[in-house]
């Protein structure tokens, strides 16, 4: 008798490997949603708000469309990246502002280059 029940206490071990088809393992007994926001299954997600909707390909398109007419696409610019109401159109906004600050500062120190050049005669024969 004694015999029979070993075996079946061998029979029953994993040999330490997790079981096969059990997408509950290590989640407490009784609780099939765990790890899952409350009120939702762990097989769906619960809705993106509009604050962090993605922007599409064609979005991220026309907003740089916009951004590239002069003066009107600089207001564009301060109005979304100050003041938008989707966290992604803001970061994007932000990101164009950025390049925008540093070729204005690139073509400054470039004109002030060319300028002192001038000025000085080191340019030579060289008519631009």
Not at 13 to 32: D, K, L, R, V
Not at 38 to 60: F, H, L, T
């Amino acid at each position: 008798m004694e015999n029979t029940q070993n075996n079946n206490y061998n029979a029953n071990q994993t040999n330490g490997s997790m079981p096969q088809g059990n997408p509950n393992y290590g989640a407490p007994q009784g609780n099939p949603n765990y790890g899952a926001p409350q009120g939702y299954s762990r097989y769906e997600e619960p809705p993106i708000p509009a604050k962090y909707k993605p922007i599409s390909m064609w979005g991220y398109f026309g907003y740089q469309l916009l951004f590239s007419i002069p003066f009107i696409g600089f207001i564009f610019i301060l109005i979304l990246a100050f003041g938008g109401h989707n966290e992604n159109v803001k970061n994007f906004a932000r990101s164009q502002f950025c390049w925008l600050i540093i070729v204005i500062i690139i073509a400054g120190i470039v004109g002030l280059v060319y300028g002192t050049l001038m000025a000085t005669g080191a340019a030579g024969g060289v008519n631009f």
